[in-house]
């Protein structure tokens, strides 16, 4: 079946300029995180969608930073007034994740990733 | 804080050559620890879960085991299309939160 997707792939912007992210997650799970991978860094986890739960908003680095998720459908990263720290690549995860289920951590699968530069 | 720490950085080996990644870390409380594998340009792919000290896990050539304070991987007898970077994550008890706390990896080229 069809995986995590991402859009765009790639994203060029100029230092200022708002850029908006889309994940479309693997149909069916209901938990869906995004994080950020910096060169030469492990990925840093930004935000944490569990059904119609309160996101867990812990890791956005800044109020720059905002996310949306519509039901257990695609969500989108949005990022206001970009500076050129906030290039990296954004990667989106899904899993199937059962509230009240078994206290087992469900694996993770991850998209292709957004590539940000920012100039 | 909760850290994990990867060891090598990057790792070159012969064909045939066996060896191991080490991924150290400190939690508050181990919900459960993961190895991934990215290849370049790709999001990380999921390889194992470890749950508790003394657990092993294994796939083709590779295989996962769990202490109180780090994780092995060990590679046995590598091919070169082994290369890729190797993530480890660790699920710290925070809550209702689910993130992974993730290492820098160790990239991994397996020469012919």
């Known amino acids: 079946g069809a995986g995590v997707s991402q859009s765009p792939s790639n994203k060029v912007t100029e230092k200022g300029k708002d850029v908006e992210l889309r994940c479309d997650p693997i149909?069916?799970?209901?938990?869906l995180y995004w994080y950020r991978q910096r060169l030469g860094q492990g990925l840093e986890f930004l935000i944490y969608?569990?059904?119609?739960?309160?996101?867990?908003k812990s890791g956005l680095p800044s109020d720059r930073f905002s996310a949306e998720r519509t039901g257990e459908s695609v969500s989108t990263l949005t990022i206001q007034r970009t500076q050129q720290e906030d290039s990296a690549v954004y990667l989106c995860?899904?899993?199937?994740?059962?509230?009240?289920?078994?206290?087992?951590?469900?694996?993770?699968?991850f998209g292709p990733g957004t590539r940000l530069t920012v100039l | 804080e909760d850290q994990v720490t990867q060891s090598p950085e990057a790792l070159r080996l012969q064909e045939g050559e066996s060896s191991s990644l080490n991924c150290s870390y400190t939690?508050?409380?181990?919900?459960?620890l993961f190895w991934y594998r990215q290849d370049p340009g790709k999001g990380p792919e999921f390889l194992f879960t470890?749950?508790?000290a003394g657990e092993e896990k294994e796939k083709e050539r590779l295989k996962a085991t769990l202490t109180k304070k780090e994780s092995f991987l060990h590679i046995t007898a590598p091919k070169p299309e082994d290369s890729a970077t190797y993530l480890c994550?660790?699920?710290?008890?925070?809550?209702?939160?689910?993130?992974?706390?993730f290492g820098k990896g160790t990239k991994l080229t397996v020469n012919p």
């Open positions: 969608f569990q059904g119609n739960s309160a996101p867990d």
């Open positions: 939690v508050s409380g181990l919900r459960g």
């Open positions: 470890l749950y508790s």
């Open positions: 995860a899904s899993s199937l994740r059962l509230a009240g289920g078994p206290p087992v951590y469900n694996e993770q699968f």
């Open positions: 149909s069916g799970h209901t938990a």
């Open positions: 994550a660790v699920a710290p008890f925070q809550g209702g939160s689910e993130k992974l706390v």
